[in-house]
């Protein structure tokens, strides 16, 4: 593996299918495991995150709107082959339609013998990341801290003969610093940043869902959006393009969903990826260990 790592897109497509998971369908306080594996080219990258704890219910509602509510927190790594970040989350749904999630985690880099592939220092904002300009004798191990604020948007509107919209929005901004710069290739975002520097990134999900015949698998159809910016460069990269998901219920009575999902993208804005295009692959479940 080579290139840079993403991640961005897993989120949309894990928030989206938890909407429905989360508390396991109680209204009692339950244990639960989100897992999400993603793979890309153009970058060329895969990342596994995995978020494990106690879930608790605010208070009760009948209202849609505001039956989803929740408090959540526990364990979170995000392991790649050049790279784990490994720490803590507190995530509350005071309503249906928004999460909030805050992470902390220690940042762990190494490399690997591929070009691209490992720590790599940079003597500024306007230097480039190619392949071929990251030779893998000059990758390097680096420590550091990253922390991340989110909240994220979502809904789900019926439209008529099993058939509904979905939408859901992502932001967050992220705080990386590592023990050795002055910059360096932030590989999970496609970025250069400062050795101590900020990132912000908002991933959008526009999609038609359609039930499959026998009420136990649904396939969603649309659009994603995905940006990154570092606010001390003002550099953005933006990718664009369609988006399918095949979602799974009643493998298991311990795992409530199953999603397979594909997106296919073209970058807009990008330093020297403009209108090429970038696949990613991913599947995510959430599991439920029972009651408290």
């Known amino acids: 593996m080579g290139g840079a790592l993403v991640f961005g897109a897993l989120l949309v497509v894990a928030s989206a299918s938890t909407a429905r998971a989360e508390c396991a369908g109680h209204d009692e ?11 890309q080219l153009n970058p060329m990258g895969a990342e596994h995150n995995l978020r494990a704890g106690p879930c608790v219910p605010l208070y009760d509602s009948e209202s849609p709107v505001l039956s989803l509510n929740h408090f959540e927190g526990g364990l979170s790594t995000y392991v790649s082959p050049v790279y784990v970040l490994a720490g803590g989350y507190l995530q509350v749904a005071p309503v249906s339609f928004l999460v909030l999630r805050a992470e902390l985690g220690a940042v762990l880099a190494w490399p690997i013998p591929l070009n691209g592939a490992g720590f790599f220092t940079r003597s500024g904002y306007g230097e480039t990341w ?8 000059q990758g390097q191990s680096a ?14 509107v019926p439209i008529g003969s099993g058939l509904a919209i979905v939408a859901l929005n992502a932001l967050w901004l992220e705080h990386v ?8 290739v932030n590989l999970r ?24 015949p026998g009420g136990t ?20 990269g933006h ?30 804005h990008h330093r ?12 995510s479940a959430d599991w439920d260990l029972g009651g408290l």
């Open 177 to 184: 610093s590592m023990d050795r710069g002055p910059y360096w």
């Open 130 to 137: 190619r392949r071929e300009t990251l030779p893998h004798e």
């Open 189 to 212: 975002d496609d970025v250069i940043t400062a050795q101590a520097d900020w990132v912000l990134a908002n991933e959008a999900v526009l999609a038609l869902g359609v039930p499959l």
């Open 239 to 268: 990718r664009v393009g369609p988006i399918a998901m095949l979602s799974l219920a009643g493998l298991d009575p311990a795992l409530r969903s199953f999603d397979a999902f594909l997106r296919l993208g073209v970058y807009t």
């Open 143 to 156: 420590a550091g801290w990253a922390t991340r604020l989110m909240a994220v948007l979502r809904g789900r």
């Open 272 to 283: 020297f990826r403009t209108q090429e295009a970038a696949t990613l692959l991913g599947l």
């Open 217 to 236: 698998a649904t396939v969603r159809f649309g659009a994603f959006s995905a940006l990154r910016h570092v606010p001390a460069s003002g550099y953005v």
């Open 29 to 39: 306080p339950r244990w639960l495991i989100h897992q999400s594996l993603v793979a």
